[in-house]
């Protein structure tokens, strides 16, 4: 449906996309998972033809959508990182235009309207002046202003970035009801792995302007199947058993968080024991030792050596 | 198109505080600049050193023979005192055979004073270097040229600073209306409109016609109140007037089109208008005449100002009732930097997009 190939950007000296190629079919839910500066936001603006790439191709419907933008544009929805409303207007003033930027009028505008303004859950807050409104219902209808065309593709970027945790939630259930029930295509944008992880039918893994990795979450945990990630919960912190874990050649990583160390490591059936010996060694006394499934974190740990939000 | 002009006008109805502030503005200047104009004279205090009095006063009474002057007899300490106090920009000390000008800060009308105080020196020593008398020389030059040319200054400087404040004022109008475009950008909503179907060119029709007509409605507005307030007269050429008014309009448009595609926040171009309207406005004899300005090169600068050719068609058509084919040239400065504005800003408009 959607299509980018070999798309790359420069800005100066700075390549910020390289020959970044990707598909959105029909229907479904991609994510663009990558910490911040990885070219996510660059590679949508190409995509959704907002900013013209040094090079490389968006193909939509087996068209040519640089050359003739105006079909994807009628057809996409795009939800940028910023709130980008009128501030001192009414979302319902708001919505008015952007409808009208999409050549709906009269009725059918207002009936659009009512039902967007139902589906993010702000028709009671219509006649409000945007500025009055809490961060996540400025979200809301950040969406909600790129939903009133029906667009066939959703191109979200990071749309929950400093929202409190019962607006996200909400944003999550409409993102999937929209592609769920509304079989609307989608493609998120995020660096919260959790968000991805449950919106996305497959993903693709950006770092340093490159795609490193893309599949379905499987396809990706299995890059990991060779390695085992293994959590260590302890009361107290010890930098000389970090550093021993840390010499072990058969361990790649070891992260530290306040609550203790996960450890990613060569599968091997004495791991958990080695990790005991290390322990009381360095008279650490873990109260919890497991083994645990990967998780996108770790995938993108263990491609590029460091964390999503690093 | 119409759907973007309607929205400006709708945001403009939220916030009209900057447009409201402007045209209070140049209702305020003009008003007092013009109105002291044309119900006073420009006061002047003299004194003397070897004059008698009654030398003195003669002399007095043959300057205020102006209509544009009220020279007032005065002495040295006094006027010493009020320039030092700010209280006075400068005194003159009239003699026998010359004057001098005593100055603490310079003032508009200064140079006015001494043109026509060096006339009226200069016509003394011709009538004792013929042996002549005042009454003498009404038999060879008729007293109505004179009259005339004192009639002629006064009104083109009441239409300097008619003209010259409100157009300075709309160009801060204008401007400062245009930075929402740079709001705009900043805010992502430029990029939602950039995305949606509708053209580029129909973008940025339906904006440059919402500052074109916010500019019009200004400077039409304040030129309906000074008719009626100060008795302000533009003549009968309301079309060249309008065509005088909106080419620089477009120009104004051009040039802000043309900050907003160089600066990179809202912040900046907040900064850079005053700086590029105040200058403008300077050099291009919004603030005094530009008969004033001896400088070659801040003529030079001069030429590549639309506030310049704005005042200087609206000037002549208001004082000289000029016809087209006398504007022409200045019609064609209009465009030309209009053309160059435009096509600047939409360079680097189209160079950050790429």
Redesign the interface.
């Known amino acids: 449906m959607l299509e980018v190939k070999g798309l790359s950007k420069s800005f100066k000296d700075l390549k910020a996309v390289k020959e970044v190629s990707l598909e959105l079919k029909e229907g479904e839910s991609v994510g663009l998972l990558g910490p911040n500066g990885a070219g996510k936001s660059t590679t949508i ?1 190409m995509m ?5 790439p040094s090079s490389g191709e968006v193909i939509y419907n087996n068209e040519d959508a640089l050359k003739n933008p ?1 079909q994807l ?2 057809d ?1 929805g ?1 939800v ?10 009414s979302a319902y ?1 708001n919505l008015l ?2 409808g ?4 709906l009028k009269g009725k059918a505008l207002k009936t659009k309207i009512d039902e967007v303004l139902v589906l993010v859950g702000l028709s009671d807050r219509k006649k409000d002046r945007v500025k009055n409104y809490s961060g996540g219902m400025k979200r809301r209808i950040n969406i909600a ?1 790129s939903l009133l065309h029906n667009p066939k593709v959703l191109i979200m970027d990071e749309p929950t970035v400093g929202i409190d945790p019962q607006s996200r939630s909400y944003i999550l259930d409409l993102i999937k009801q929209l592609n769920k029930e509304n079989h609307m295509t989608v493609l998120y944008t995020s660096h919260y792995m959790e968000e991805v992880e449950k919106l996305c039918d497959r993903i693709y893994i950006m770092d340093h302007g490159e795609v490193i990795a893309s599949g379905t979450k499987q396809d990706l945990q299995n890059l990991m199947q060779e390695e085992e990630t293994v959590w260590i919960e302890t009361l107290e912190k010890n930098e000389a058993f970090k550093h021993a874990l840390e010499d072990d050649q058969t361990i790649t990583q070891v992260i530290e968080s306040d609550q203790g160390y996960k450890v990613i490591a060569e599968k091997r059936e004495d791991l958990l024991g080695d990790l005991f010996d290390y322990a009381k060694a360095h008279q650490m006394k873990p109260t919890a030792l497991a083994i645990q499934t990967p998780t996108l974190e770790d995938v993108f740990l263990h491609l590029t050596g460091r964390k999503l939000r690093d | 198109m119409w759907t973007i002009f309607m929205m400006q006008w709708k945001r403009l109805l939220k916030q009209p505080f900057v447009v409201l502030t402007f045209f209070g503005l140049t209702l305020l200047f003009v008003t007092f600049l013009g109105q002291s104009q044309t119900t006073g004279k420009v006061g002047v205090q003299t004194y003397t050193n070897d004059l008698s009095d009654q030398a003195y006063t003669a002399l007095i009474d043959e300057l205020n023979d102006s209509d544009q002057f009220d020279f007032r007899q005065s002495d040295r300490t006094t006027v010493e005192d009020r320039i030092k106090n700010n209280r006075l920009s400068f005194a003159v000390e009239l003699n026998d055979a010359s004057f001098s000008f005593l100055v603490g800060q310079a003032s508009f009308s200064q140079p006015l004073v001494r043109e026509y105080l060096t006339e009226v020196y200069q016509e003394k020593r011709w009538l004792e270097a013929n042996d002549l008398t005042a009454s003498d020389l009404n038999d060879y030059i008729p007293l109505e040229t004179t009259s005339v040319d004192t009639a002629g200054d006064s009104i083109q400087y009441q239409t300097q600073v008619v003209v010259g404040m409100t157009l300075y004022f709309v160009m801060y109008t204008v401007l400062f209306q245009m930075m929402s475009i740079a709001e705009q950008k900043t805010d992502g909503t430029w990029d939602r409109m950039m995305l949606s179907p509708v053209s580029k060119m129909k973008i940025f029709s339906g904006l440059f016609l919402y500052y074109f007509l916010i500019g019009l409605i200004q400077v039409g507005l304040s030129f309906l109140i000074f008719t009626q307030w100060i008795g302000f007269s533009f003549g009968d050429q309301y079309g060249l007037l309008l065509l005088s008014i909106s080419l620089f309009l477009i120009s104004i448009v051009a040039l802000g089109l043309m900050l907003v595609s160089l600066v990179k926040t809202p912040q900046q171009l907040q900064a850079v208008i005053p700086i590029v309207a105040t200058a403008s406005a300077m050099l291009g004899g919004a603030f005094w005449p530009l008969e004033f300005v001896t400088q070659p090169v801040l003529l030079i600068f001069s030429r590549v100002i639309p506030i310049r050719y704005g005042i200087e068609t609206l000037s002549d058509v208001i004082v000289r009732g000029a016809s087209m084919s006398e504007l022409v040239l200045s019609y064609g400065f209009l465009i030309a930097l209009t053309v160059l504005f435009g096509a600047i800003g939409l360079f680097f408009l189209e160079r950050k997009h790429n």
């Open positions: 603006q959704s033809t907002g900013l013209i105006k544009r009628r996409l795009v940028p990182q910023d709130i980008a409303l009128y501030e001192e207007l003033e235009f952007f009208r930027l999409y050549g202003a």
